[in-house]
């Protein structure tokens, strides 16, 4: 296997739960040797939440703790004794990156602010995760997902106009988080290495929220031209055959707003024709808006999607060059031949579960591969490997564990 993309990058990783460890995870995904840090007994919250395997709640069986700490070497150490700072900052001295999702001030109350950590590494990356930042008003608030997803401005723009607004199901913002934060980390790195000189990043989460792609650069530009807030929109849109609408077994949407001859060429066909929709008034600015014509749309497009397959008009509409999909569920998106020809479901071996099938890689280098190396760590698995390159001696780390710094 070709050397990967990222092999001469040591990351220490303290961080828990979803945003840090998944920006740990890109990482590790491709080639950086992350060493992560646990809390001896407990570990990283992750493993306390679910989806557990077999619905069995232990901390080896999280399937969401495996799945953000692949790749990883993980190791306990207790902050708050002398010892366990004295052993973070030994491995901190030949690291590239240390990424931290304490809450503000928590790494100066250890001892181990930037400051003492680019004593002991001038050149070290320190990255720092938290919810409003290290600075501000807000920078002692605590936060879920949904007051995020609030503040940051997306939930106004979700869910029924009628209703209150709606937050899109999971943690959306922290995965967001997590893939920004890496490559940023990335560049700082790469900066600290042309200069010899690393820095604090401080990233705050309801910042990235309230940059977010997720419609937020559109509404805020939009705000700035007309002073407005962008109205929430239902479900289906306001063009014509806009949305999913169901068919014989689930339901399929087709891109016709902006691909409306694809559209009118599939629908007219000579099984169902339709010629009204070669007339004008479908072309017309107004139209799109129009609810008149999308209730006769409408009246022609159900019974069209009535009889037949997502899996038949998917590829009628794709024949017609009309952008268009099916509905999926997970169990699709397993069975799907696409993603089996191009292998992007990896399976991997854990000891707790077995082995499990879980996402590949997100983006693919030709010369320098994505590859899975080892499976999430178990809580001080390689507390032994990693302290003993340190120098630390089988009895030491005896003794260690007996002092709870491991």
């Known amino acids: 296997m070709a050397e990967l993309a990222l092999a001469d990058i040591k990351v220490i990783d303290l961080t828990q739960r979803i945003a840090g460890p998944y920006c740990t995870k890109l990482l590790a995904d491709y080639g950086a040797d992350v060493i992560k840090v646990e809390r001896p007994g407990t570990g990283d919250l992750a493993r306390s939440l679910g989806p557990f395997f077999h619905d069995d709640p232990h901390p080896e069986k999280s399937g969401l703790f495996l799945a953000l700490n692949t790749n990883k070497r993980g190791i306990t150490l207790d902050l708050k004794s002398a010892a366990g700072r004295k052993i973070l900052l030994e491995l901190v001295r030949d690291a590239d990156l240390l990424i931290e999702s304490y809450a503000p001030g928590a790494m100066e109350s250890f001892g181990l ?101 997720d419609r937020r650069t559109t509404l805020l530009i939009g705000y700035q031209y007309t002073g407005e807030e962008y109205p929430r929109l239902p479900t289906s849109g306001l063009g014509l055959a806009s949305g999913y609408y169901p068919c014989a077994d689930g339901y399929f949407a087709a891109g016709a707003l902006l691909h409306w001859d694809a559209f009118v060429n599939w629908l007219d066909s000579p099984e169902h024709p339709h010629p009204v929709l070669r007339d004008p008034k479908w072309r017309a600015p107004t139209a799109q808006g129009n609810p008149q014509l999308r209730e006769e749309l409408d009246a022609m497009y159900y019974p069209f999607l009535a009889d037949k397959t997502m899996v038949e008009l998917w590829e009628s509409a794709q024949a017609a060059k009309l952008p268009s999909s099916p509905l999926y569920g997970v169990a699709d998106l397993f069975k799907d031949p696409h993603f089996a020809a191009r292998g992007y479901f990896v399976e991997i071996d854990h000891p707790a579960t077995g082995p499990l099938k879980y996402p590949g890689a997100p983006y693919r280098l030709e010369k320098s591969p994505w590859a899975i190396r080892r499976p999430a760590p178990l809580l001080g698995q390689h507390n032994a490997k990693v302290l003993g390159a340190l120098g630390y001696s089988k009895e030491d780390l005896v003794l260690l564990r007996e002092q709870g710094v491991i």
Not at 122 to 134: A, C, D, E, H, Y
Not at 184 to 203: H, I, K, M, T, Y
Request: glycine share 14%; charged share 15%; hydrophobic share 40%.
């Open 113 to 213: 602010g930037y400051h003492v950590l680019e004593r002991a590494n001038p050149k070290l990356t320190m990255v720092s995760i938290s919810n409003f930042g290290q600075t501000g008003p807000y920078r002692d608030f605590k936060a879920t997902e949904i007051v995020l997803y609030g503040l940051g401005g997306e939930m106004y723009s979700c869910g029924n106009p009628q209703r209150e607004p709606a937050k899109l199901y999971g943690d959306i913002g922290q995965f967001h988080a997590g893939l920004n934060t890496a490559g940023l980390a990335l560049g700082a790195v790469f900066g600290a290495r042309a200069s010899g000189q690393g820095q604090w990043v401080d990233v705050s989460l309801m910042e990235l929220w309230a940059a977010s792609q």
